[in-house]
């Protein structure tokens, strides 16, 4: 097994370093522990609009990033403790999920943690989700992670998920929404986060024969920072991934926003043009709100549309 060695916490450098590194390592088993800053992770599949609340995570910056693999959304901050397995694979996904969730768990048992695998394949402490997992795989080579919630900040979790003002119609796959707790307190544990960390690295590497202690390189830094810049970063990939949806503007009069690759394709509201300047754009906090002021747009939907 090789253990990456990473204490980097930029979100979009880590999801680029997780393609980067099942690339890289093609035949090895490879382990990974890391934590991002404060951001928002939606799946591969999933629509951002659906997920999340744009405005709150703009107002209090938390990124908003894609990852490679499906599943739901998450929260991370500097409370949250990611990992990643990569591995082969005999191609059956579905016994395959079950044992790649195996050593963490037994991880978990070995540090006094009273964890259960639930029905939904996540990590659950007296009924309360401490962690979820997701996959990624190809040709048979999988990318297994998940993000285990330490000694996060949940209010702002629950805040940055919030989109209970939204209406939106797609065909995305939607995240299930589950009662999360902190391991540190329902645990009881006595620790931080940094803590935390070396415990489960050293429990993992203790069930390896052999394993090899990786540090980054300047030129994997080099090559992974390009991954990053031309798509983990990158608008397109972030927003544009987002399946074909409608915002609801106003559901008895049948006002929507029509959006496809992310962006704003049509705005449907009767033989008012005023909102002409936003077709084309990412339907996204930041830009939705400078082109309302810059045009000095008022109306009842003006709040509609940048409260997202």
């Given at each position: 097994m090789i253990f990456i060695k990473?204490?980097?916490?930029?979100?979009?450098?880590?999801l680029a370093l997780e393609e980067y590194i099942f690339e890289k390592f093609k035949e090895d088993e490879v382990f990974m522990l890391w934590i991002n800053e404060p951001s928002v992770v939606i799946g591969k599949h999933q629509n951002?609009?659906?997920?999340?609340?744009?405005?709150?995570?703009?107002?209090?910056?938390?990124?908003?990033?894609?990852?490679?693999?499906?599943?739901?959304?998450?929260v991370h901050d500097f409370g949250n403790l990611n990992y990643t397995y990569i591995t082969n694979t005999t191609g059956n996904t579905a016994l395959d999920f079950k044992e790649f969730l195996?050593?963490?768990?037994?991880?978990?048992?070995?540090?006094?943690v009273d964890a259960?695998?639930?029905?939904?394949?996540?990590?659950?402490?007296?009924?309360?989700?401490?962690?979820?997992?997701?996959?990624?795989?190809?040709?048979?080579?999988?990318?297994?992670?998940?993000?285990?919630l330490f000694d996060s900040n949940l209010d702002k979790l629950r805040n940055a998920l919030n989109v209970n003002n939204k209406k939106v119609i797609s065909k995305s796959a939607k995240s299930v929404k589950s009662s999360v707790a902190n391991l540190k307190e329902i645990s009881k544990l006595d620790y931080e986060i940094s803590d935390f960390l070396e415990k489960l690295k050293n429990e993992i590497?203790?069930?390896?024969?052999?394993?090899?202690?990786y540090e980054l390189?300047?030129?994997?830094?080099?090559?992974?920072?390009?991954?990053?810049?031309?798509?983990?970063?990158?608008?397109?990939?972030?927003?544009?991934?987002?399946?074909?949806?409608?915002?609801?503007?106003d559901e008895e009069k049948e006002f929507t926003v029509e959006i496809e690759s992310g962006r704003i394709k049509k705005i449907n509201i009767g033989n008012d043009d005023k909102y002409d300047s936003l077709i084309g754009i990412y339907f996204e906090y930041e830009e939705i709100k400078n082109k309302i002021d810059e045009f000095n747009i008022k109306d009842d939907y003006t709040k509609k549309l940048t409260e997202i």
């Amino acid at each position: 097994m090789i253990f990456i060695k990473n204490k980097i916490t930029d979100v979009y450098f880590n999801l680029a370093l997780e393609e980067y590194i099942f690339e890289k390592f093609k035949e090895d088993e490879v382990f990974m522990l890391w934590i991002n800053e404060p951001s928002v992770v939606i799946g591969k599949h999933q629509n951002l609009i659906e997920e999340l609340n744009m405005k709150y995570c703009f107002e209090n910056n938390i990124k908003i990033a894609r990852r490679l693999s499906g599943g739901g959304t998450v929260v991370h901050d500097f409370g949250n403790l990611n990992y990643t397995y990569i591995t082969n694979t005999t191609g059956n996904t579905a016994l395959d999920f079950k044992e790649f969730l195996k050593p963490m768990y037994n991880a978990l048992l070995n540090l006094n943690v009273d964890a259960y695998i639930s029905p939904r394949n996540d990590f659950r402490v007296q009924d309360k989700k401490i962690c979820g997992h997701s996959e990624f795989m190809r040709k048979k080579r999988v990318l297994h992670h998940g993000c285990i919630l330490f000694d996060s900040n949940l209010d702002k979790l629950r805040n940055a998920l919030n989109v209970n003002n939204k209406k939106v119609i797609s065909k995305s796959a939607k995240s299930v929404k589950s009662s999360v707790a902190n391991l540190k307190e329902i645990s009881k544990l006595d620790y931080e986060i940094s803590d935390f960390l070396e415990k489960l690295k050293n429990e993992i590497l203790q069930t390896q024969e052999n394993f090899e202690i990786y540090e980054l390189t300047k030129e994997d830094i080099l090559n992974v920072d390009k991954i990053k810049s031309e798509k983990y970063a990158t608008k397109d990939w972030i927003y544009g991934q987002s399946p074909k949806s409608t915002f609801i503007l106003d559901e008895e009069k049948e006002f929507t926003v029509e959006i496809e690759s992310g962006r704003i394709k049509k705005i449907n509201i009767g033989n008012d043009d005023k909102y002409d300047s936003l077709i084309g754009i990412y339907f996204e906090y930041e830009e939705i709100k400078n082109k309302i002021d810059e045009f000095n747009i008022k109306d009842d939907y003006t709040k509609k549309l940048t409260e997202i």
